[in-house]
């Protein structure tokens, strides 16, 4: 795993993929990618979409590759470690909840305003989040015992913040989903 989305192009006029975030501490941060960057070629070999997100999944971690970019009208080429798509994702179960969480990109965050917050990429009916729905972003945390809500920066925060939480006073979650901010409280 490398640690990028990136922009569709249902036209495909241009070559290469343009790459839309980057992932915080991730292969594709730490190679010098940046959002806006088209990457053209994979180990020399010209690239689509689909191809590079081929060439990423069957490239062991941990193998060095090259990447030919075009930025700014210039072409450079980049040196990237394949990463774990643990590593790379950040993506952390709160089976309590039963969500799975991932760090919002920075780039969605300037976006919306918030300093940042985690993504919720997936949530089960049967967990005590289930009013928490794929696509929300958690932006702060409130137990009961707290005064103020705390940051929910990173999924390892939220899980932090969360092992202590004792669902039978309730957890308040800010939220945002569909661009606007509201709260969710979970009780037992």
Known sequence: ????????????ATPGVKV???????????AGLKPGDVILR???KPITENSLRANIAYTPPGTRVTLDIQRDGKTQQLAATIGSQNEVNGWIELDDLGVTVSPLPRNVAR???IEGGVVVESSTSEGRG???QQGDIIVEV??????TPKAATSPDRLQELLKTADYTEGVRFFVVR???TGYIDITD
């Open 178 to 180: 569909d661009r606007e």
């Open 42 to 44: 994979f180990q020399g």
């Open 130 to 132: 289930a009013s928490l």
């Open 20 to 30: 839309a975030s980057v992932t915080s501490d991730s292969p594709a941060e730490r």
């Open 142 to 147: 409130q137990r009961h015992r707290d005064r």
């Open 1 to 12: 795993a490398l640690g990028v989305s990136f922009e569709l192009d249902p036209t495909n």
């Open 111 to 113: 976006q919306l305003g």
